[in-house]
């Protein structure tokens, strides 16, 4: 692959899901560092003392920052929820050009459990939350861009996409360590958010809207930290929440994204391919001498 310039993001607004935490809060303080105007989106509105982070908490450091944000408290299970969140960006900022589909179901007794044992409530949950409002979320954005003149589309997806680039992909682990990977409904949703960028390209690109699949890998993040401290997983296989952050940025501002849409990416990867730096703000003081 290329590596392409960068366009400046000064005054372009994006939305991103799932950013009170995590990848998500990594990415929206980039983007702000940009110059972008950024519209946050969770359910985490109150501290919870089982997992840090609230949307609250993220405004605030884009704030300190000197830059443009709102949050916006939101259930992507709810459709009335989805439609808020756009025409809160629309009020506030004007438009969308940027869309992250971030967020995604991980959290609570879904997460481990055996196919046999998925209830069609779980199952359905995943499918609403992975697919079901990154796809409802598209269709409200895509007219605002089209009339913007384009926009970009970043949809953050799992290992169990097409990304290994061989005649197979790795066989499918059950469990690392007493980390069970026994996600069936967060697989299998993943890979229809996957085909859905694939399905949606061509259309897209006759609109001027890029739409681009990422696969952060095992990302260092809160929940990651916790499944360490309680599964006795090994952190040093886990990358920086910077990394993925790095990548969606890099997608969602680079010059020509036409020989990336529809296709699917590994953020750790492409990021060294291509030759991409960290921002320096996100490279640990030890490697900055």
Same mark, same amino acid.
């Given at each position: 692959?290329?590596? #392409?310039?960068?366009?400046? @993001? &000064?005054?372009?607004? $994006?939305? %991103?899901?799932?950013?009170?935490? *995590?990848?998500?809060?990594?990415?929206?303080?980039?983007?702000?560092?940009?110059?972008?105007?950024?519209?946050?989106?969770?359910?985490?509105?109150?501290?919870?003392?089982?997992?840090?982070?609230?949307?609250?908490?993220?405004?605030?450091?884009?704030?300190?920052?000197?830059?443009?944000?709102?949050?916006?408290?939101?259930?992507?299970?709810?459709?009335?929820?989805?439609?808020?969140?756009?025409?809160?960006?629309?009020?506030?900022?004007?438009?969308?050009?940027?869309?992250?589909?971030?967020?995604?179901?991980?959290?609570?007794?879904?997460?481990?459990?055996?196919?046999?044992?998925?209830?069609?409530?779980?199952?359905?949950?995943?499918?609403?939350?992975?697919? #079901?409002?990154?796809?409802? @979320? &598209?269709?409200?954005? $895509?007219? %605002?861009?089209?009339?913007?003149? *384009?926009?970009?589309?970043?949809?953050?997806?799992?290992?169990?996409?097409?990304?290994?680039?061989?005649?197979?992909?790795?066989?499918?682990?059950?469990?690392?360590?007493?980390?069970?990977?026994?996600?069936?409904?967060?697989?299998?949703?993943?890979?229809?958010?996957?085909?859905?960028?694939?399905?949606?390209?061509?259309?897209?690109?006759?609109?001027?809207?890029?739409?681009?699949?990422?696969?952060?890998?095992?990302?260092?993040?809160?929940?990651?930290?916790?499944?360490?401290?309680?599964?006795?997983?090994?952190?040093?296989?886990?990358?920086?929440?910077?990394?993925?952050?790095?990548?969606?940025?890099?997608?969602?501002?680079?010059?020509?994204?036409?020989?990336?849409?529809?296709?699917?990416?590994?953020?750790?990867?492409?990021?060294?391919?291509?030759?991409?730096?960290?921002?320096?703000?996100?490279?640990?003081?030890?490697?900055?001498?």
């Amino acid at each position: 692959m290329e590596r #392409h310039r960068e366009q400046d @993001l &000064t005054g372009r607004v $994006v939305i %991103i899901t799932g950013a009170s935490r *995590g990848v998500g809060k990594q990415a929206a303080i980039g983007f702000a560092r940009r110059g972008a105007k950024v519209v946050l989106a969770a359910r985490t509105v109150e501290a919870d003392a089982s997992l840090p982070g609230t949307i609250g908490e993220t405004l605030q450091e884009i704030e300190m920052l000197g830059g443009q944000a709102i949050a916006v408290a939101t259930d992507l299970a709810e459709e009335a929820d989805l439609k808020r969140l756009v025409a809160e960006a629309v009020d506030r900022f004007g438009g969308v050009d940027i869309l992250v589909n971030n967020a995604a179901a991980t959290t609570g007794d879904i997460w481990g459990k055996p196919f046999m044992a998925l209830t069609r409530e779980e199952w359905l949950y995943q499918f609403a939350v992975n697919v #079901h409002a990154p796809f409802t @979320l &598209t269709q409200l954005c $895509v007219p %605002i861009m089209e009339k913007r003149g *384009g926009g970009r589309i970043i949809s953050l997806s799992t290992g169990s996409g097409e990304v290994f680039r061989q005649a197979e992909e790795p066989p499918k682990l059950g469990a690392v360590g007493q980390f069970s990977l026994a996600v069936p409904g967060y697989y299998s949703s993943k890979r229809a958010l996957d085909r859905f960028g694939n399905c949606m390209a061509a259309e897209f690109y006759a609109k001027n809207i890029a739409i681009i699949g990422l696969h952060p890998g095992l990302v260092a993040t809160e929940l990651v930290a916790i499944r360490v401290r309680e599964k006795g997983l090994d952190p040093s296989v886990a990358v920086p929440m910077a990394v993925p952050a790095r990548m969606i940025i890099y997608f969602s501002a680079c010059e020509d994204p036409w020989e990336y849409t529809g296709r699917l990416f590994w953020a750790e990867r492409e990021m060294e391919a291509m030759g991409i730096e960290l921002d320096s703000e996100d490279v640990p003081e030890a490697a900055q001498t």
